[in-house]
């Protein structure tokens, strides 16, 4: 079992660790952007309140209700529907990097993250999409809005190595790229295109962020 994973079992087990259950939905499409690159498959993430990309989902208590269950419950808060989900869901069980551990947190408890992937019907998702902006009572609070992840690749190469760029919270990232290749959602060495120009983007951005400082910091000393 690769470093850091754990399996279902070994996840309820642990004494006082904090649980997070998040749900990577998807599905098939035929639809083609500007009406001639494929889009191949819709993957919904979210933007949060923390300004970082996540899969929907949240804390559960184990001691109270399944993981199923509290992950049904919250994707109820955040995206507006209620979606069954299932013990075959499931996908991995991890724990999560130390950035991951919020400020109220007990430094001493760790934090193990469910990770779960559901496929659904195209109608399905753009359901989702629609109650998450309308009816969802988290909307503009702690979700700021669905995103999805675009698996092609533009001329100027933007498009999925630019969406890999972003910041993600805590393993969302990795959980996004071993689910693309898990699922052959995308091919091994097209991913492997998109992280590497994904690094030279996001060089780039650290070389702008330096800039922008450098404007505000000078602009601050005025005042």
Sequence with gaps: MASGQLSR????????CRHACHVMLYCDTKSQLFGRLPIRHIILMQMRFDG???FPGGFVKP???TLEAGLSRELLEELGVTLPI?????????????????SSSSPSSRLITHFYVKKMEEEQIREVERAAASTATDHGQEV???VRVPLYTTKGGGG??????HSFIGNA???LADSLLRL????PEELHKALTHSLKIHTHTAEDLQVAFALTEAKRKRF
């Excluded at 299932?86 to 919020?102: I, Q, R």
């Excluded at 052959?184 to 091919?187: D, E, Q």
């Design 52 to 54: 970082l990309l996540g």
């Design 63 to 65: 001691s109270e209700e």
């Design 184 to 187: 052959n959602l995308v091919a």
């Design 9 to 16: 079992a070994e996840a309820l087990a642990c004494s006082g």
């Design 173 to 175: 990232r990795s959980q």
């Design 160 to 165: 999925l190595a630019a969406f890999l760029s």
């Design 86 to 102: 299932l013990v075959e869901d499931h996908a991995d069980s991890c724990y999560a990097p130390a950035s991951s551990h919020s």
């Design 144 to 146: 700021l809005g669905m």
